[in-house]
């Protein structure tokens, strides 16, 4: 994962830099090759007005998924980048199951117990002698 952090009118400190990276190593470490660069935005909207303006925006590239992009907003920056990181994280983690299961159920045989018989016709049928 190659992280790109880029802050605006927010004080930056070591500190930030690494739980931002703590927090995306939490949260997306577990998907490993398929994560590749991730962006991080944290700016203050308002300025020096204070309220809920600090912003976190997260953009991931994941494959086979794409990029997936999630924001938030808070009084609190460091509030704000854990939040943000694991929704990332599980937004990650449903699009590739889901791409996982749908895979699986294209690729899947038909159950034992189908009505079907190994040669391709409806055992029903032949039991009939061929009838509907």
């Known amino acids: ?3 790109d952090l880029h802050v605006r009118d927010v004080p930056t400190t070591y500190g930030l830099r690494r739980r931002v990276e703590d927090r995306l190593g939490f949260a997306l470490g577990r998907f490993g090759e398929r994560v590749g660069r ?14 809920v303006d600090k912003r976190c925006r997260i ?20 509030a704000l980048v854990d939040s943000t ?3 990332i994280g599980q937004l990650a983690r449903r699009l590739l199951r889901k791409r996982q ?11 034992i117990d189908s009505p079907i018989s ?7 049928r032949a039991a009939n002698g061929g009838a509907p």
Do not use: I, K, Y
């Not at 299961?101 to 294209?106: N, V």
């Not at 190994?118 to 029903?124: I, N, Q, Y």
């Open 101 to 111: 299961t749908a895979r699986r159920s294209r690729h899947s045989p038909l159950p």
């Open 59 to 78: 953009v991931a590239a994941v494959r086979p998924v794409g990029r997936l992009v999630v924001e938030g907003r808070g009084e609190s920056v460091a």
């Open 85 to 87: 990181a694991d929704r």
């Open 118 to 124: 190994a040669d391709g016709f409806d055992s029903a």
């Open 1 to 3: 994962m190659l992280l």
């Open 38 to 51: 991730v962006g991080v935005l944290l700016d203050d909207c308002n300025g020096p007005r204070g309220g």
